[in-house]
Every structure is written in structure tokens, then in C-alpha cells.
């Protein structure tokens, strides 16, 4: 009886959860799941009106990509430049959504052949992309801040 009491007891000493308090335990829990969590990838993509967001992640993403794409192609359809060489280049564009949902340009990548052809391109494209909005990414239901990159085809040919 006496080994068993002492046995009990030894036990009772070396249990790691008696000595940290529950603070300390719900502290760790939570540091546990946020190392599980892929912060990279986010549960619903932005919406912009029109996109179902009760789709699929994979079709979120292509309706929000297809609307940034034909916003783009709408901006560039409304400039008019001139150039004197043809251009056939592709150029960059990263964004970023906030949690808000404000779109706002982080930057263009710079091209020589377009700068040489059209010097304030970039400030025309950022001034036209300005100002626009969507329901924001959600990561755990909660708003986060998404990058993303489109490509800008220019064929002037």
C-alpha cells in the first residue's frame, strides 16, 4: 500500500499540467493552432459583385482574376497613345486588396521598350485603377489583406 500511495504521489509530481496554469495551457493551445494554420491560402477570395461566393475557392478565384482582367482591359481600352514603334510586351501589375476591401495598386513593373514609347504609362495606369473596391478576403470568417499579380498584355500591332 505504501509503494502505491508513493507511486500515486510521484505520478501526481510529474504531471506537467499541475504546474502550468491554465493561462499557460490556453496560451499554448492557441500558439498550436496558429502554427496549423496556412496563413498563405485564404478560405474566400474577393468578391467583387457578380462573383458567387458561395463557389468554390478555385472559381472565387477565377471570377475575381477575370474581373481585375477586364477592369484592366476596360482602363487600357479608354486611353489612347500614340507610339511610334509597335509594342509587344507583357508587364506586371501587383496589388493589393486590403481588409477593407480597397484595391490599391503596389506596383508596375517598368518596361524601357513601353517607357521609351509611353513615358507617364505607369502614373496613367495607377491614377485609372485607383479607387476600386470588393468584399474583402476572408481568412477563419475574419477580413485579411491579399497580393496578388496580373499580367498586362500590350500588343500595339
Not at 8 to 24: A, I, V
Not at 93 to 108: A, M, N, P, Q, T
Not at 120 to 146: C, H, W, Y
Request: a negative charge.
Amino acid at each position: 500500500m505504501r509503494k502505491l500511495i508513493l507511486l500515486s504521489f510521484l505520478c501526481l509530481l510529474t504531471s506537467c499540467e499541475l504546474f502550468t496554469s491554465k493561462e499557460e495551457q490556453t496560451k499554448n493551445r492557441v500558439n498550436e493552432e496558429l502554427l496549423a494554420i496556412d496563413w498563405n491560402d485564404v478560405d474566400k477570395y474577393p468578391m467583387f459583385e457578380g462573383c458567387d461566393e458561395m463557389a468554390s475557392k478555385q472559381i472565387q478565384r477565377e471570377c475575381f482574376q477575370n474581373k481585375m482582367l477586364q477592369i484592366a482591359a476596360d482602363t487600357l481600352d479608354s486611353l489612347s497613345f500614340e507610339v511610334e514603334n509597335d509594342l509587344e510586351d507583357t508587364l506586371y501589375i501587383d496589388f493589393k486588396v486590403d481588409e477593407h476591401g480597397f484595391i490599391s495598386i503596389l506596383e508596375i513593373e517598368e518596361k524601357q521598350t513601353v517607357l521609351n514609347e509611353i513615358a507617364d504609362f505607369n502614373e496613367q495606369i495607377s491614377e485609372r485603377l485607383a479607387d476600386l473596391t470588393v468584399a474583402p478576403a476572408l481568412k477563419r470568417g475574419m477580413p485579411v489583406s491579399l497580393r496578388f499579380r496580373l499580367p498586362l498584355v500590350l500588343n500595339t500591332q
